[in-house]
């Protein structure tokens, strides 16, 4: 068996990074994919590596001849299968060239067609230059016993180029061209990992000559895989579709992909850095569970989302409503005066309009949701720490602890963040008699509220009791128990005009976007499916809890919330359990160990997401007890 590695295209969408270089030099984690590639197949007893050349040819094979990493040479590989020959620590590989002249007036057709030839030589790996993929697949697709085979993956939404259907036997009956592509029909849909196996009768009898007659026919600038598409519509051939499942691959076209491919193929507190600074857009990594991810699972539900996309043209196309039109459908939506609202870009855009409009010191809760104090000088910062392992406070506790120290204002996230510690209403009324009695401003982000037992009584966004506690602040994320965060809305809402008519000002006129005014204007008519959604995730939220308290080395903190803190009692640190999940599992959690109040004390948070979810989480969870 021999390889043949296509290596000609300029790159031109990587920008500075093919400045001087081929795509293949471009390094993944400080690794060239060149490198990588040959590494990989250096583990197969193959007679010999063919690389097609073009932009920046020279540079490459210098880069071989020089580097000391490889060793070109005539001779043949000549050790058994899986056993690697080294001298003076250089793999020998046998390495040929050929040489695309035209490479910026063709494409791959032309690269493939130039070594035609040598393509019925011997049984032959086709393999693309820019990809990055798992050390498995290259034995997966060898050691198969089919003679001809893609390998093949389930498509992606990053995913771009060349896409199969196949049958229940994994035979390739149609190739789909991009004029052709139909995203209604994307289940059905496989994207070929550029990856394939041909059998030198294939290549002789079938491949090569249908090759020749589509060059001459349709010219240069075409794509080796439109042959094979040809070969299935007018030829009953033996192509089968090896998928990969859940193997690691990427296709680099681009700084993006780049960037995706090296978290992905990252290990360790590199790949967990990686993921985190991110700070979302983890939809980029649909095999990855993401349990960072505090949203409701049951909401909207599928009719909700069918009106959206209904009016999808509408909404992309026109402008959003500005300011007054925002208050008074945030209004609506939660029963009180539009007067007394005002709509941001998420909470996170309300959370730093307040912040920097609070003076004097601020009572803070620890642990907590850190975006607020990080809008906050340190100075002025007065920090609660609960005393007892389970992270748990009342009313009681803030208004002794608090009553002596002179703050101008006190922060509570209820349900809190991480600790899923809940005050109840009961206690807030409490606290908001306090706080106007000590001349304080109180500020209660419910984000979580509606996933508390009771949620329809427990909310603080009233009239009356805003008008009757002008000191009160009531922050709210529609993200979190709407499952809406891509819509980034969020509402503060206050009897303190002063203080809402300063947020208005400081913030943009047009801060929303016209998705999230139509889901503001029509959630109305799915309030009750709300309730529903609720009461149906506050029931998964008691199973879950039963079942991750059977996992011997946690210990779970009783949540009114969408997610649990757990302490990691044994086994493994905090740390190594993230990182063990993320990379054996790919499910991503929070160390809470980057929290305030919880460093070095081997908490993790778990958000609480769909049945099948959350039985994939505790069948891991019950793995690595094993």
């Given amino acids: 068996m021999q390889a043949i590695i296509l290596a000609a295209g ?26 990588r590639l040959l590494s990989q197949l250096a583990e197969q007893p193959l007679e010999r590596v063919i690389i097609v050349v073009g932009y920046k040819g020279k540079e490459l094979k210098d880069y071989l001849v020089e580097s000391g990493k490889w060793r070109v040479e005539s001779g043949k590989w000549k050790v058994e299968r899986g056993e690697r020959r080294e001298e003076r620590g250089e793999r020998k590989l046998r390495i040929e060239f050929a040489e695309n002249p035209i490479y910026d007036k063709t494409n ?82 496989y994207k070929t990992v550029n990856i394939y196996k041909f059998s030198k ?8 000559p249908f090759l020749d ?59 967990l850095r990686r993921f985190n600074y991110r700070y979302g857009g983890h939809w980029r990594f649909p095999k990855m569970l993401d349990y960072c991810y505090l949203v409701n699972p049951y909401f909207p539900t599928p009719r909700m989302k069918d009106e959206l996309r209904a009016n999808f043209d509408t909404l992309l196309t026109e402008y959003p409503s500005g300011m007054m039109v925002m208050q008074l459908l945030a209004g609506k939506y939660f029963g009180v005066r539009q007067e007394y609202t005002v709509v941001g870009n998420g909470a996170a855009e309300l959370i730093k309009s307040l912040m920097e409009h609070t003076e004097g010191r601020i009572g803070v809760v620890y ?77 209660i982000d419910e984000s979580f509220v509606d996933f508390s037992d009771g949620f329809e009584q427990n909310s603080m966004i009233m009239n009356d009791l805003l008008e009757q506690n002008p000191q009160l602040v009531v922050m709210k994320s529609i993200s979190k128990s709407y499952g809406v965060p891509g819509l980034r ?48 995730f506050i029931a998964e939220r008691n199973r879950f809890e039963k079942l991750l308290r059977e996992i011997p080395y946690l210990r779970v903190i009783p949540s009114q919330a969408n997610y649990f803190c757990m302490e990691v009692t044994s086994r493994f640190t905090s740390a190594e359990l993230t990182e063990r999940l993320l990379a054996d599992y790919e499910i991503m959690v929070k160390d809470c160990n980057s929290k305030n109040y919880l460093q070095g004390r081997n908490y993790i948070r778990v958000s609480v997401r769909d049945t099948e979810d959350n039985n994939q989480l505790i069948r891991a969870l019950k793995e690595l007890a094993e």
């Fill in 10 to 35: 300029m790159g031109r969408r990587l920008g500075e990074l093919t400045k001087e270089n081929t795509k293949c030099m471009v390094a993944v984690n400080g690794v060239r994919l060149i490198d």
């Fill in 108 to 189: 791959n057709i032309y690269s493939l067609a130039l070594v035609k030839d040598k393509l019925q030589e011997d049984d032959t790996l086709l393999i693309e230059s820019d990809l990055i993929f798992s050390d498995r697949l290259i034995p997966m697709i060898v050691e198969n016993p089919y003679p001809n085979l893609a390998l093949v993956a389930k498509y992606e939404t990053w995913m771009d180029g060349t896409m199969v259907r196949i049958d229940d036997d994994n035979n390739i009956v149609s190739f789909v061209p991009k004029k052709a592509f139909r995203y209604g029909d994307v289940d059905q849909y």
């Fill in 201 to 208: 009768e294939f290549s002789r009898q079938k491949y090569v």
């Fill in 213 to 271: 007659a589509y060059s001459k026919a349709m010219g240069l600038n075409e794509y080796y895989e439109q042959v094979l598409r040809v070969i299935t519509l007018i030829d009953d051939v033996e192509l089968k579709a090896l998928p990969i499942g859940k193997e690691k691959w990427y296709e680099i076209d681009d700084v993006q992909d780049l960037d995706i491919a090296e978290t992905i193929f990252a290990e360790g507190d590199e790949m």
């Fill in 367 to 443: 642990p907590t949701f850190e975006e607020y104090p990080h809008r906050l000088n340190s100075e002025q910062i007065v920090s609660y720490f609960p005393d007892n392992r389970d992270l748990k406070y009342t009313e009681d506790d803030l208004m002794a602890f608090f009553g002596g120290k002179d703050i101008a204002t006190l922060l509570l996230i209820n349900p809190d963040n991480p600790s899923g510690n809940f005050i109840p209403k009961s206690g807030l009324l409490r606290l908001c008699e306090w706080s106007k009695a000590q001349g304080v401003r109180l500020i």
């Fill in 489 to 536: 809305l969020g509402v503060l809402v206050s009897a303190d005009r002063e203080l809402i008519d300063w947020v208005k000002r400081d913030v943009a006129i047009w801060n929303i976007n016209s998705f999230a005014e139509f889901y503001l204007q029509i959630f109305g008519k799915y309030e009750e499916d709300y309730k529903r959604a609720c009461y149906q």
